[in-house]
């Protein structure tokens, strides 16, 4: 719905601060979120979703999600994402040191985004999504992982995804995995401030998606 819609199904005709938040902790109350994040700087016609899941982007994207409408596009602010973190040396806060960009396990026509390796000398997909993740995502970043040990059999494998949003979508995929699965592979939200011209991450955690879920599942 548009935020006029929003603000009308609350009996209210124009924006405040004062009632702003009052929706938000209202929707919080019965574990519903707005994304994007209701504000004053939305236009009234920008389309808003409400999820059961706490749908968040915790910081700038490259580009917004309703400006991104082909796939070429997408695969554009992926590239200046993937650009930016490598012009700025990112992977420590990732706790990885790169190996190569757009890596290509042999015998196939599969890129990585970033070989990497950490501490342990385990050697580490990282995949970035500019936006959501979703099923597809995962699967990807999991079908690398098998690569890599098929690759260098015996030799830990690992993966992370990073996300510029916290969809449900991804969260489902995740939570369906199997505990062995879910050892390898972790999911951060990236915080881009264009601002200060910098980027961080944070780590969405399993016991956070599962709880989530719960609540999801029960009021279903």
């Known amino acids: 719905m548009s935020v006029t819609n929003l603000l009308n199904c609350f009996g209210f005709q124009k924006r405040s601060s004062s009632n702003v938040e009052l929706i938000t902790v209202m929707l919080a109350e019965h574990n ?9 700087g939305l236009k009234p016609a920008d389309c808003l979703r409400i999820y059961g899941f706490p749908v968040a982007q ?23 994402l993937e650009d930016f973190i490598d012009k700025h040396d990112l ?6 040191k790169k ?11 599969d890129r990585f985004d970033f070989l990497c390796s950490d501490a342990k000398g385990a050697r580490v997909v990282l995949e970035l999504k ?19 040990k098929q690759e260098q059999p015996g ?7 990073v996300t510029g949003i916290r969809d449900v979508d991804t969260a489902k995929a995740l939570h369906g995995m199997t505990p062995a699965q879910q050892q390898e592979i972790e999911w951060y939200l990236y915080r881009y401030n264009k601002g200060s011209g910098d980027v961080s991450f944070e780590l969405v955690t ?15």
């Open 32 to 40: 519903l979120t707005v994304h994007p994040q209701l504000s004053l």
């Open 58 to 80: 915790l910081g700038d994207l490259f580009e917004s999600e309703e400006e991104v409408k082909t796939q070429g596009a997408r695969q554009q602010r992926e590239r200046e």
């Open 91 to 96: 992977f420590h806060r990732l706790g990885l």
């Open 99 to 109: 190996v190569e960009r757009q890596y290509s396990p042999k015998q196939t026509r």
């Open 130 to 148: 500019h936006v959501g993740g979703g099923k597809s995502a995962v699967e990807q970043v999991l079908r690398y992982i098998g690569m890599l």
């Open 155 to 161: 030799k830990k494998a690992r993966g992370i995804l």
């Open 206 to 220: 399993y016991d956070f998606i599962d709880h989530h879920l719960e609540i999801l599942n029960k009021a279903s």
